[in-house]
């Protein structure tokens, strides 16, 4: 990605974000048409180089989770920007949610969301208007 970005930002980061959404065509197409523009504006050349220098240069080797914490990973099996294969060693306390079909968002997958909330026991999560916020995300 750094040598996309280096050669030109816009290409670079509207590549990044094609590959956040692997998997979720719907949801990066409305990403496209309302959010990145924004988004690729947000930052300097200068800053997207330090910050893709400061990942390359402080890996993430290992996960340490507090004694009864409950933890689960939400991962895409699709995700081209952290793959299943790069991720950090962690103690034998966390769960992984592996999401089929889904990119580096997949919390932005349908029914992933209340799998998670469910996972946690949280209560369902309602817009202003008490509509289900799941909704939005859903294709």
Request: glycine fraction near 8%.
């Amino acid at each position: 990605m750094k040598a996309a970005v280096e050669r030109d930002k816009r290409l670079g980061l509207r590549l990044f974000y094609r590959d956040c959404f692997k998997g979720q065509e719907s949801l990066y197409r409305r990403f496209k048409d309302g959010l990145e523009r924004n988004y690729i504006e947000s930052f300097t050349k200068k800053e997207l180089l330090e910050g893709l220098d400061f990942l390359e240069n402080n890996p993430v080797e290992e996960i340490s989770v507090p004694e009864g914490l409950r933890t689960t990973l939400v991962h895409g099996t699709l995700d081209r920007i952290a793959p299943i294969e790069d991720i950090p060693k962690v103690t034998s306390r966390v769960k992984y949610m592996f999401v089929e079909g889904c990119g580096h968002l997949p919390f932005l997958c349908k029914d992933v969301l209340t799998q998670i909330m469910q996972l946690a026991s949280l209560p369902k999560m309602r817009g202003a208007k008490g509509e289900d916020v799941l909704r939005y995300f859903e294709p």
